[in-house]
């Protein structure tokens, strides 16, 4: 088996797949020997213990010039955020909230550090480039590294731009990919004329019968242009003229009816009205990022901004902002708005209070019912309420809002809460951070889970009517739904839904269990938006390394080993990504029940350390790919990667070049120039550099130049020859062996004459001759 390998890698008579496919186990082979000869696992090792202790001062150094340079201090709450959801959304049970806003306040105070102080949080934010330098360096057998000063001005530069850099590439990214995304639905509601309106990105407002045929989409409305309401939220006064958003590219994020009006309210601050199906009227609030609004009495709208700022508009009143929310010295951010009968109305804070005004937002009074943040309230009667909100807050009044009692549900944020009255019990509905809707027919007492967000998240939903069987749905589609294809006779429901890319789904209410028929739209695998996004992380991921490959050696790198060998990374990296993901989901919990609150500290640990042994991998594979006599000349079972007599020919090559420089310039010549001139890779150099030494045929001088070590006419190849190769054919104390009793023995020794006879003849002066 073991003389079959070698045969089976030979590269004789090889061509076309058969020859790549040799070449990539040749290099593999190679790579994984020349690992396990770098000792890479303990170099690993000592990059792991330097990137844990220089990982807080690298982010604080890179999130802080970001913070700088592109306001990412205004969204850093935002990711914060997504990062916690994307691990509960895995089910990875590790709270990593604490950590987190550790590395928020290293972040706050990173910007207010002195001259002294940024120059040490610089050194040690560049420990891990410099350990990741040194055994880049030692890969690649390459014996200067930079100067210090060079180091420390290269990485911060990496630190400085690379995430700038990074930020810009994914938003341009996230932008290519939003143009190929279906268009999300955030709301949908009935109007006082029992018709049902769809609102979401990209100007999609639609209006449907109760049995799905579309009647019109925003392009068919009545909309009156010429007598805008333009208000300047900042003046807080109406103005004659404004820059109306074009409303067929706005995100329309809320639907609002109050008695027969309807209202539409866009993300840039666009309140669209209509009353009883008459013409729409547009109020436009200029400089309004919105997040939620609601209508308090007969027309006073109650807007709650994205930064958590609310006022009040009304057309007898004007625009009215709200200072009052201060709790303990400090401003609360309002979540939300709801509107109850007459007068009633309610808002929402991070500080877990309910605001609650009787005067249509004249006054308001507080109501503190938790700690946390609370996102959402339904009114199910006169007197029964429910709040739900940060960490599966779920508080319940039965007594119209004087008293509360927790009935708090798992440890997951509850964004959305609905009700519906089902044949005279009262449903609950909640969509968790997850994406994720549970539901409970007792009041929040017992809670089912409802709908997985298998291809999109549903994010609003009404109830219907079960008798009319509901026809298939596409808002972004122009044509005309008269002729549209039932979906089947059958197909009644209590609920519709919309959500994520477009999709819209028909749920049946059941006594433990609501049975969703997806109608169209959601997201699919093969769409082209979800190809694009997977080749652009792909594309993403093999760039780092592509940029790591070549920038962190201390060689010019050729771009075409390090493309091949980051994409080979690149493919090994995806699948640890996989595999850890399936570790963290199945053996996590016992992580947790062993480790407790430290659980993430171990698997973190496991991932830095497993993840540098993919990145130091990676270098050996391009290194390899860079240095081809690695795996061209080459030997299974040798742990060399050049034979001794290809060294033969290059050292001919050194040694002659010495001469004639000698000759030639009138001085001696540097080992730069010596490698620059005959591109020897640095491995091979210091192994001939080494035997020469040895056997005194060359010496350096004190300022790094290579002197010959003998006259040029004393140096004969058979010196040479047996400096390299060892022995000739046969040596005296084999003359007497079994094997040479054969008549091989005397025709062995003439060979071996004739060619001694040839090598002494040859002198080094006869190869460098004009």
Known sequence: MENNVPNLLSLENKTGFRLKLILLIRVLISSFKGFLRDDCLMKASGISYTAIISMVPMLTVALALLTITSGFNEKQDEIFEQITTFLQKNEIKIDISPYLDTLKDLVSSATQIGAVGFVVLIFSATAILRSFEAAFNQIWNIGSPRPFLDKIIFYFFILSVGPLLSVIILGFALKLTDKLRPSHLYSVRRDSANFIWIAGERGTLIKIDESGKKLAKLSDLDIDYENVDCIDTEKKEKVKTCDLPNLKKETFIKIRNKNKNLYVLTQNGVLMNSYDGGPWKLTYFSGVVARDFSIF????????????????????????????????????NVTGAKSGTGNLGYLLDDMGNLWTTRDSGMTFTQNQISTLRLEDLTVVDETIMVVVGEK????????????????????VTLSKIWSVNDNGNIVLLVLNSFDRILFSNDLGENWYSSHDPENGALLSLIPINPRFGFKTLHPEDDESYDGIEQVASSTTADLLAVGEFSKISLGDLGAQKITWNSLSGGESFFSLYNFLRLTLILVGIWSFFVMLYTMIPNVKVRVKSAMIGSLLTSIIFLLFIYGFGIYLKSFSGSTVVIYRALAAVPLFLLSIYSICLIILFGAEITATLHLKERYLDWDFYSDSESKSNNLFIQALKLVSLIYKYQIDEKTLPSEERIKNILNIDEHNYKLIKKKLLSSSRIFLTEDGRIAPGSNITDFNLKEMYHIFNGKMLIEEDEAGSSFLDLNINKQLKDLQNEINTSLEKLKIQDLIKE
């Open 392 to 411: 599966g807050s779920i508080f319940k009044s039965t007594d119209s809002g004087k008293t509360w009692q927790d009935i708090s549900y798992e440890n």
């Open 297 to 332: 009495g007969d027309n006073t709208a109650i807007l709650v901004r994205d930064n958590g700022d609310v006022f009040s508009y009304s057309s007898t009143n004007g625009i009215r902002n709200y200072n009052n929310f201060i709790v303990d010295d400090r401003k609360v």
